[in-house]
């Protein structure tokens, strides 16, 4: 079978990449990415805890951290954590027909 997903770095999860329109691959191959997403989509809610375990960490250090710039730093993190948590519950929220708007 081809290789239907590419590592995202971002999220650290595979996602779908779709070279062609969805009816132009055999139904095996739809079978194939399905069940392949649908793996990759049960493993969404894991990555979310990891990256919540990392924003706790980083809230407590926020918490005692006397330093301004090194505080911003934290709170951008935190956000940077928070905005890959929202992404991956679109993720895991879509539809589990993979369409030809998942193009990458």
């Not at 969805?22 to 969404?44: P, T, V």
Request: proline share 3%; glycine share 4%; aromatic share 12%.
């Amino acid at each position: 079978m081809g290789d239907y997903f590419l590592f995202d770095e971002r999220l650290g999860i595979l996602l779908p990449y779709l070279e062609k329109e969805w009816e132009e691959y055999s139904e095996e191959a739809q079978q194939y990415i399905l069940f392949q997403w649908e793996k990759i989509r049960g493993h969404i809610p894991d990555r979310i805890s990891e990256i919540e375990t990392v924003i706790n960490k980083k809230q407590e250090q926020l918490s005692n951290e006397p330093d301004f710039v090194r505080s911003c730093e934290l709170n951008n993190e935190i956000s940077e954590c928070a905005s890959i948590i929202n992404d991956l519950w679109i993720w895991y929220r879509m539809n589990q027909g993979i369409s030809t708007k998942i193009h990458q």
